[in-house]
């Protein structure tokens, strides 16, 4: 598909109504991205450039979320979708050899049958290939009458089809390769349809064949594929299809996935071979996981980088870096700008945030880190917690090497513990402790020296 120039146009004007929601329908997040991106992405992937979406009026929040990747023109009013088609001209006539066209409500399409339609329709001596579909779940698609000699001879919507034309298996997906010159010359003249006075795309076929030219088709049995979403109920079931498909994939990759029905992976997640991914564990956003972890079960992780040999058990992790041969959990929560340092170990019941647990470091038990920095090798006890905040400022807190931070120990902020340095347990540590001191007490004291807090 080198040689050819090819240009996308995905149709986005309809208006949604029976997702009964505010947002609008091509804006609901599927696997935590905006249903339309998915059509748009793989559009830019397989054309090279952005494709032009057409959306209705007062589409400003599709605008804001979908940006430069797409090009936008306007169908003011909903008039069918060959009249949305006729919107993209201007555009881009002249611009390509081939349009492909499909719906940004009908995010399961593959970057594969897409370019297969190409390629066919490359091949294609009439101006048209379309997508069809085998399946015995009509679910409302228009029907492909064939001719005799088994050409493609027309497209009957379901509402006006006979009960013959009705019983046919093979669908129509909404999904179209024209040769660009002879769709450009020719989307101003489908005839208006009644009742509903809409100029349908579906009706080019006819217009084709009419020439005596060829429609080709390419055909598809996976039905998951076209799924088109109009309400909350296909986009649950869009979502358990496309969740399947990416189990398959890291499967395939070498994941063990122990449970994919309560196993969640956004589409962006990468994970590295002999992971095992354990029930109730949902990776998100930018994420990518190591080789020889063990994740779950009972973990969400949302826009996190995991090494290698790394094991997170039942807790939560956002925006969070763990280096090679740390581990967390049970229940410890990670929170934006924590790292957990290359063999680091953090117990039951953390939170660190914006924090470094330094290589080794321990944080066994009910501890909050904020705004901290832990050297290598240090321990901090259980209960120990940073006051951080003021009240009106975030204040940092440094721990040295080799630390040893007794239990139920207060840092209040902003304060430096040295390097081998201990705090006592029940210690409120409120001025810096020297490197390898004991400080002890409420507020602590360092051992040894007097009266160095008045
Ligand atoms: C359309 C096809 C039908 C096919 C089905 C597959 C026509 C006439 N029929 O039917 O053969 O089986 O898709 O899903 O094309 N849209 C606009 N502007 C409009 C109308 C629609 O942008 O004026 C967009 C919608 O947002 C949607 C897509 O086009 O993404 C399809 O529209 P829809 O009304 O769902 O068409 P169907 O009746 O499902
Ligand atoms: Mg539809």
Redesign the pocket.
Known sequence: MKSIAVSGVI????Q?TRMESDLQKVLHPLLGKPMVTYAVEMMRALTGAAPVL?V?RGADAVREIVGEDAVFVE?AE???????VLQARDVLQGRSDLVLIT????PLLTAETLKRLAERQQGNAGPLTILTLVTDTPR???RIVRDEAGGVFK?V?EAVATPEELALRE????VYCFDAEWLWSHVDQIPLSLPKE?Y???DMVEMVVGDGRRVEAVTTEDDTE?L?I?TRVHLAEATRALRRRIDERWMLAGVTIVDPDTVTIEPDVAIGRDTTIWPNTHLRGQTTVGTHCAIGPNTVIEGCQIGDRCKVLASILEQAVMEDDSDIGPFGHLRKGARLCQGARMGNFGELKNSTLGPGAKMGHFSYLGDAQVGAEANIGAGTITCNYDGKRKNRTEIGEGAFIGSDTMLVAPVKVGKGAKTGAGSVVTHDVPDDALAYGVPARVKGEKDEHS
């Open positions: 149709l986005a004007a309809g949604g057409v209705g169908q909903q008039r069918g979708t060959g009249h949305a719906y940004a409500d009908m409302g698609f228009g497209i919507e669908l129509n997906a909404g809409e349908y795309l579906t076209v088109g109009n």
